[in-house]
């Protein structure tokens, strides 16, 4: 008899309420053994499923069931770095000493990831990685000049490179990449002695270079200089030609401004010349017209005196000895009163006829009178 046979036996009542609870015992039991088959790595993790010793599944971020008789196991996937020197002689016995890294991961292809995690978890892989890179560099350093490890630093790493990967595979290790950093001489007299050439080469090829550079300079600077020469020069005559120019386009308007102040000088003076021969034609006229006056008035006058000595004489004609005595005398007054003289003397002298010739003074008096008014 079954268990669920005698639970219905002893319970025939709730048999169907047992066989409920037990089936949803079952299911659930069930539910929880297969949440216990399914397992998932990290997005960053390796996971490896491993049968009997033989990797089945391998990933990164891997999810899958996993099988009782199987084991599942997970570990970083991130790279890592490592830092190696090592001293040794070259071919020529000369001691170097060299420096690099190397950056490794997780070999991806066939059962890689299964060996990487048995040979280097638990471990310090890295030691491992270092002691043999510094290993195969000792070799390389040992069968190569002097000159190759200075000059050819990339034949050295892809040498480095295709044997390190060699040993590393078995790891399960890949190796990105290998670099080397640093190559010192040991001996400081070697260094300075294989210094010495290039020193030598690099100063005269530096002294060769500022010469060149000097000259270059001074080349330019003379260029330079002559060019600046030339544009002052074609600044100058430049400038010349507009100051000759504007001096003669000044020159120019001022011979036209000169030539039309003398125009109008000219002019001027033709205006003046005209009106100073209207002045003279007027005064000429006034003259001539005085001139005429003064001679009419003159010959009035002269015909008037003309007349009054006519009339004098007439008169004479009438007076006797004593009124004609008395007449001379009166008018030699009027004469001595008009002349210029502050004192005038006078002597009368009688002839032997016994009469006076004062009468004889009158014609000599009358002559300074019209010379004084003169």
């Known amino acids: 008899m079954t268990f669920l046979q005698t639970i219905t036996s002893i319970f025939p009542s709730s048999s169907t309420l047992i066989i409920g609870v037990v089936a949803f015992g079952g299911v659930t039991y069930a539910a929880k053994s297969i949440s216990k088959l399914w397992v998932q790595s990290e997005p960053n993790q390796w996971m490896l499923v491993i049968e009997n010793g033989v990797l089945k599944k391998a990933g990164i971020g891997l999810k899958c069931f996993v099988l009782p008789y199987q084991t599942a196991v997970t570990f970083p996937s991130n790279i890592e770095k490592v830092s190696f020197s090592a001293n040794n002689v070259t071919k020529e016995m000369q001691g170097l000493e060299v420096s690099g890294f190397a950056i490794w991961s997780v070999h991806r292809e066939g059962d890689g990831p299964f060996k990487c995690y048995k040979y280097t978890q638990g471990g310090n892989a890295n030691e491992n990685v270092r002691i043999m890179c510094e290993s195969i560099l000792r070799h390389q350093i040992a069968n190569h000049t002097l000159t190759?490890?200075?000059?050819?630093?990339?034949?050295?790493?892809?040498?480095?490179?295709?044997?390190?990967?060699?040993?590393?595979?078995?790891?399960?290790?890949?190796?990105?990449?290998?670099?080397?950093?640093?190559?010192?001489?040991?001996?400081?007299?070697?260094?300075?002695?294989?210094?010495?050439?290039?020193?030598?080469?690099?100063?005269?090829?530096?002294?060769?270079?500022?010469?060149?550079?000097?000259?270059?300079?001074?080349?330019?600077?003379?260029?330079?200089?002559?060019?600046?020469?030339?544009?002052?020069?074609?600044?100058?005559?430049?400038?010349?030609?507009?100051?000759?120019?504007?001096?003669?386009?000044?020159?120019?308007?001022?011979?036209?401004?000169?030539?039309?102040?003398?125009?109008?000088?000219?002019?001027?003076?033709?205006?003046?010349?005209?009106?100073?021969?209207?002045?003279?034609?007027?005064?000429?006229?006034?003259?001539?017209?005085?001139?005429k006056k003064e001679q009419e008035q003159e010959r009035l006058n002269k015909e008037f005196q003309l007349e009054m000595f006519k009339k004098t004489v007439e008169a004479d004609k009438t007076l006797d000895g004593v009124a004609l005595q008395k007449?001379?005398?009166?008018?030699?007054?009027?004469?001595?009163?008009?002349?210029?003289?502050?004192?005038?003397?006078?002597?009368?002298?009688?002839?032997?006829?016994?009469?006076?010739?004062?009468?004889?003074?009158?014609?000599?008096?009358?002559?300074?009178?019209?010379?004084?008014?003169?």
């Open 148 to 291: 190759e490890v200075l000059t050819n630093r990339n034949m050295l790493r892809d040498s480095m490179k295709v044997d390190l990967q060699k040993q590393l595979s078995g790891w399960g290790i890949w190796l990105e990449t290998i670099e080397i950093t640093e190559v010192k001489i040991c001996s400081r007299s070697l260094f300075e002695d294989l210094q010495a050439e290039f020193r030598q080469e690099a100063h005269l090829k530096a002294e060769q270079i500022r010469l060149e550079t000097n000259g270059k300079v001074e080349k330019n600077v003379l260029e330079s200089e002559l060019s600046l020469t030339k544009r002052r020069a074609d600044t100058e005559t430049e400038r010349a030609r507009y100051q000759g120019e504007e001096s003669i386009k000044r020159q120019t308007q001022q011979a036209i401004i000169t030539q039309k102040e003398q125009q109008l000088e000219l002019q001027k003076i033709k205006q003046d010349q005209e009106l100073q021969i209207a002045k003279v034609q007027k005064e000429a006229a006034i003259q001539l017209e005085k001139r």
């Open 327 to 374: 007449y001379i005398v009166d008018s030699t007054e009027r004469i001595y009163q008009k002349l210029p003289l502050k004192e005038i003397n006078v002597n009368s002298y009688v002839g032997p006829d016994g009469v006076s010739n004062i009468s004889a003074l009158l014609p000599a008096l009358s002559l300074i009178s019209t010379v004084n008014k003169q």
